[in-house]
DNA sequence: GCCAACGTTGGC
DNA sequence: GCCAACGTTGGC
């Protein structure tokens, strides 16, 4: 089972969005980056995601979510009304992925961006290289362990 | 709020 | 295909 790590702004969708509900489904749309993109794409039912706060006061991983729905093509792509619409997008010839999301589980404490920077063994992690901006990416599994380790 | 780093766009 | 201009991300 391959492990991940996505990005998002806890104002637009965190980890107590999830909590909010036992068993809350949330679809990870919107995304529109094609690394970031490809990456969707490449996960399957029951992955596990390590769910990260950025942009906001407390900034790091919050929590685990996991994979309950593959990729499929991002309505909002072809919504005029939506803050993601893409026109040269179209149902015949999508161009975004979405996938959906569910809990697994929070986090007692948020792990913080400072403390993951430290840990030895994550070097080749884009969340923690100088100027990465990438919101979706693949995680091994020894970076899984070491993360998962301090919690 | 600042600004460095990065991805995308579009003229040539 | 190059690359300058632009818009966005995201830590600080």
Redesign the pocket.
């Given at each position: 089972m391959a492990k991940w790590l996505v990005?998002?702004?806890p104002s637009e969708c965190g980890i107590d969005d999830f909590a909010e509900s036992p068993g809350k489904v949330i679809p990870w749309d919107?995304v529109?980056?094609?690394?970031a993109r490809n990456f969707l794409a490449q996960m399957r039912e029951g992955d596990d995601v390590f769910l990260?706060?950025?942009?906001?006061k407390h900034?790091g991983i919050a929590g685990i979510i996991r994979v309950v729905r593959s990729a499929y093509p991002d309505p909002t792509q072809f919504d005029p009304e939506s803050h993601y619409y893409?026109p040269?997008s179209s149902p015949e010839n999508p161009r975004w992925q979405a996938v959906d999301f569910t809990l697994e589980r929070k986090l007692n404490q948020l792990m913080p961006?400072?403390q993951i920077?430290q840990l030895p063994g994550l070097e080749s992690l884009p969340?923690v290289?100088?100027?990465?901006?990438?919101?979706v990416m693949p995680v091994s599994d020894d970076e899984w362990q070491i993360i998962l380790s301090q919690t």
């Open positions: 990005k998002s702004e919107g529109r980056n094609y690394q990260y706060h950025s942009s906001c900034i893409d040269k961006l400072d920077k969340l290289r100088r100027g990465n901006r990438l919101s």
